[in-house]
């Protein structure tokens, strides 16, 4: 099984965002959440990146893993209950043999925040086909 990997967008800035308030944006504090919720699920990596460039959905993060489809996934509240949904999510999709998980599978905490499905890259297949 190849593990799935949460990219986080630590720029991400929900409406309402107030850096005087907290000048931790709602990306970095969702980071924060996922890597917790992450910590000993060993089919589950996490990385940080600067924007996503889905600034009308933050709190924005992708799932992948090789040779798998890949997912963006945005609109979240920066919380413990949305990164717990993420995580359990990703692995879900690790344990996927196409990165295809069933809708009946999907924790609570994902539906509605699907933004894309991105195909697999065509490597050595004929791109037509995919």
């Known amino acids: 099984m190849k593990p799935s990997l949460i ?66 996934l945005g609109r979240f509240d920066p919380s413990e209950d949305s990164a717990s949904g993420v995580v359990d999510y990703a692995r879900l999709h690790a344990e996927s043999a196409t990165g295809q998980v069933p809708f009946r599978s999907w924790p609570a905490a994902v539906k509605g925040h699907f933004v894309t499905r991105l195909p697999l890259l065509p490597v050595g297949r004929d791109p037509e086909r995919g």
Do not use: S
């Open 7 to 72: 990219t986080v967008c630590d720029t991400c800035k929900r409406e309402g965002w107030d850096p005087e308030a907290d000048p931790r944006t709602d990306g970095e504090k969702f980071a924060e959440m996922i890597e917790r919720h992450a910590a000993g699920v060993p089919q589950v990596r996490t990385r940080r990146h600067a924007c996503l460039m889905g600034c009308t959905h933050g709190c924005n993060i992708a799932v992948q893993a090789e040779d798998k489809i890949a997912y963006v």
